[in-house]
Nanobody, 136 residues
Framework: HLQLVESGGGLVQPGGSLRLSCAASGFTLDGYAIGWFRQAPGKEREGVSCMRSSGSSINYAGSVKGRFTISRDNTKNTVYLQMNSLKPEDTAVYFC?????????????????????????????WGRGTQVTVSS
């Protein structure tokens, strides 16, 4: 069964940190670009960060740049999102997604210039999400 499973969400105080994980099963992630998205209640799903392959073409939404770090460990078939200095406005369900590297790239500098909305067909696989709540 091909799937992505996120974990690591939870309740954290403002200024705190969380590390989200996204584990792939049934396929290997090294042939895929990765995106992290989030969706707050009543809002559209927006891109947080993306990476084409290890260390290449990493981009962040302007709202998280300098606070979040995306990474991947192909040996563990897992990608991560380290989130520091969390703010209440970071509260959302966070999703990871995988897109075949053979497809035209969608991970580019535009992620940092305007909101990148995650269309369902933009990525080949989506996880079910993990809740992140930032509150005192």
């Amino acid at each position: 069964h091909l799937q992505l499973v996120e974990s690591g969400g939870g309740l954290v105080q403002p200024g705190g940190s969380l590390r989200l994980s996204c584990a792939a099963s049934g396929f290997t992630l090294d042939g895929y670009a990765i995106g992290w998205f989030r969706q707050a209640p009543g809002k559209e799903r927006e891109g947080v960060s993306c990476m084409r392959s290890s260390g290449s073409s990493i981009n962040y939404a302007g709202s998280v740049k300098g606070r979040f770090t995306i990474s991947r460990d192909n040996t563990k078939n897992t990608v991560y999102l380290q989130m520091n200095s969390l703010k209440p406005e970071d509260t959302a369900v966070y999703f990871c997604a995988a897109r075949l590297l053979a497809r035209p790239a969608v991970c580019d500098a535009s992620w940092g210039l305007s909101i990148h909305y995650g269309r369902p067909d933009e990525y080949d696989y989506w996880g079910r999400g993990t809740q992140v709540t930032v509150s005192s």
